[in-house]
């Protein structure tokens, strides 16, 4: 509808839209539109970007917590990343620099995972489902435990290197 009614896609478009539509044979079929408005905004300012980029200090504190003394363990944090580019760097970044001063004290947290999910329903296709995995080890060896790290796309997913929004 986005692409209808303004001509393109933005896929981190953040869009308000308010219509008349006559609905066709189903409800996901418009039959006509009488009236259409569509409003964007984009909240670019240091303050916003800062904001938007939140960190998962506090999750990974929380799943620490949950953990037994003795086993070696491994935690997943999976979230929304439905950001712009900007926003979702810097939370890169942010997660990357808490994570490396994480203290998992006498317990044996070997590795975080965050998973940054990214749904979608671009005009040319009827679904699409990006999937970046920022790891970090906490205690122990380099090796990292999972040959396969992501959580939703199945391990026969045609994959690429780097985070989506990097593309």
């Keep these: 509808m986005q692409q ?3 001509g393109s896609y933005r896929r981190y478009g ?3 839209q308010s219509a ?4 066709g044979m189903s ?7 009488d009236q259409a408005i569509m409003l964007r905004w984009q909240s670019s300012s240091e303050k916003a970007v800062n904001g938007k980029a939140r960190d998962v200090f506090k999750k990974l504190a929380e799943a620490h917590e949950q953990l037994p003394q003795e086993t070696d363990s491994v935690v997943h944090i999976g979230f929304e990343a439905l950001e712009s580019g900007e926003v979702e760097r810097r939370r ?8 490396a001063r994480f203290d998992a004290k006498a317990k044996n947290l070997r590795y975080v995972y965050c998973h940054y999910l990214m749904p979608e ?5 009827s679904w699409a489902f990006d999937e970046t995995v920022q790891w970090r080890r906490i205690t122990g060896t380099e090796q990292r435990p999972l040959e396969y790290p992501l959580l939703v796309l199945p391990g026969d997913t045609e994959v690429r290197f780097g985070p989506y929004w990097a593309t």
Excluded at 27 to 33: D, E, Q
């Design 27 to 33: 409800p996901r079929y418009a039959a006509g539109c």
């Design 14 to 16: 953040n869009y308000i």
């Design 20 to 23: 008349l539509f006559k609905l």
């Design 121 to 125: 329903s671009p005009p040319d296709e």
């Design 4 to 6: 209808l009614l303004t």
């Design 92 to 99: 890169y970044d942010r997660i990357l620099e808490s994570t």
